[in-house]
Nanobody
Framework: QLQLVESGGGLVQPGGSLRLSCTAS????????MGWFRQAPGKEREGVAC????????NYADSVKGRFTISRDNAKNTIYLQTNSLKPEDTAKYYC????????????????????WGQGTQVTVSS
């Protein structure tokens, strides 16, 4: 059973930055496509960004394009979400997820495409 642990959340002022990390328990993270999702109170979980197994393909929600960057370091079993120019509407609990897929060059920001989930890390953007 793959275990994912997120970290790096916190309270930040509008315009600030945070780097979220997601560390996996297995040594072979490079067999999973990875994604970041978020969920605000009273709202559905939404895809923020994803990255393919190869790392060559990424996708972003329109609301975060140009501000967030997803990356992966398979040697450290970790993926990252660099969040810049944060806005109050980015406030949510952020989750990372892993998908078992045989396609190395694509990813999808769809909740039911993912097989494993972390417990989440809270991001609050407020002055």
């Amino acid at each position: 059973q793959l275990q994912l642990v997120e970290s790096g959340g916190g309270l930040v002022q509008p315009g600030g930055s945070l780097r979220l990390s997601c560390t996996a328990s297995e040594l072979s993270l490079n067999i999973y496509a990875m994604g970041w999702f978020r969920q605000a109170p009273g709202k559905e979980r939404e895809g923020v960004a994803c990255i393919s197994i190869s790392g060559d393909s990424t996708n972003y929600a329109d609301s975060v394009k140009g501000r967030f960057t997803i990356s992966r370091d398979n040697a450290k079993n970790t993926i990252y979400l660099q969040t810049n120019s944060l806005k109050p509407e980015d406030t949510a609990k952020y989750y990372c997820a892993a998908s078992i897929t045989t396609v190395h060059t694509m990813c999808r920001s769809i909740v039911n495409w993912y097989d494993y989930w972390g417990q989440g890390t809270q991001v609050t953007v407020s002055s």
